[in-house]
């Protein structure tokens, strides 16, 4: 169970901002909101993460609403090479020392010139 | 510094043979996980390693599925008796180690394509 909802894809103008909204209405306090991409026949790329506060960093920023049922991530100029698969995870402490990612199928990202 | 890496990039084999395939973290990486992704899906997960140790296999799909990391750094995943379902992208990750909360980002190499003829 990804515990995310993403629409499945979005397209976006070069040079516009990309606003990726993730619904995850049943995390709990203590969990971490985790973006990854994967660019076509690539391995996932992390991107950013947050457990309240907004956060940034040089490649997006992530919007976490008050209430934490869901974000949005922001890439402020979208790139021809932002196109890619955009995945929200809610990051599960599986036991064991173990924070395995549980994939949903992500929002398709298209950056149209 | 080098990112992850895996060999090889592509694997044909044929139904019912043994395959390895290999991964080598971040150097200092304690954490390794395994995940497969198959055509239009996203990745899930096989198997975590802390170090030399196995801690979470629940991912395995069946005991055809193996995989060893003996001295806490590269890692084999071992599938005997291959079937065409096998046949996937084979993803691994590293990450520093098992933190709680946050900063638990994981680094993913680019996989290997199996594909089980």
């Known amino acids: ?113 | 510094g080098a990112g992850v890496s895996q060999t090889p990039s592509n694997k044909v084999t044929e139904k019912g043979k043994y395959v390895e395939l290999r991964c080598d973290p971040i150097s200092g990486h304690t954490a390794l996980y395994w995940y497969r992704q198959s055509l239009g899906q996203g990745p899930e997960f096989l198997i975590y390693f802390q170090g030399t140790g196995a801690a979470d296999d629940s991912g395995l799909p069946n005991d055809r599925f193996f995989a060893v990391r003996p001295e806490g750094s590269v890692s084999t995943l071992k599938i005997q008796r291959t079937e065409r379902g096998d046949s996937a992208v084979y993803l691994c990750a590293s990450s520093p180690g098992a933190l709680a909360g946050g900063d638990n980002e994981q680094f993913f190499g680019p996989g290997t394509r199996l594909t089980v003829l």
Not at chain 1, 36 to 56: A, D, F, M, V
Not at chain 1, 99 to 104: A, D
């Open chain 1, 1 to 113: 169970d990804a515990k995310t909802t993403q629409p499945p894809s979005m397209d976006c103008a070069e040079g516009r901002a990309a606003n990726l909204p993730c619904n995850h209405s049943t995390i709990s306090g203590n969990e971490y909101v985790y973006w990854y991409r994967q660019i076509h026949s690539q391995g996932p790329q992390y991107i950013i993460h947050g457990l309240k506060n907004n956060e940034t960093n040089e490649m997006a920023s992530l919007i976490i609403t008050e209430d934490r049922k869901s974000s949005t991530l922001i890439l402020p100029h979208a790139t021809l090479r932002d196109t890619a698969v955009y995945y929200c995870i809610v990051l599960v402490y599986a036991g064991a020392g173990s924070y395995q990612l549980t994939f949903g199928k992500g929002t398709k990202l298209s950056v149209i010139p």
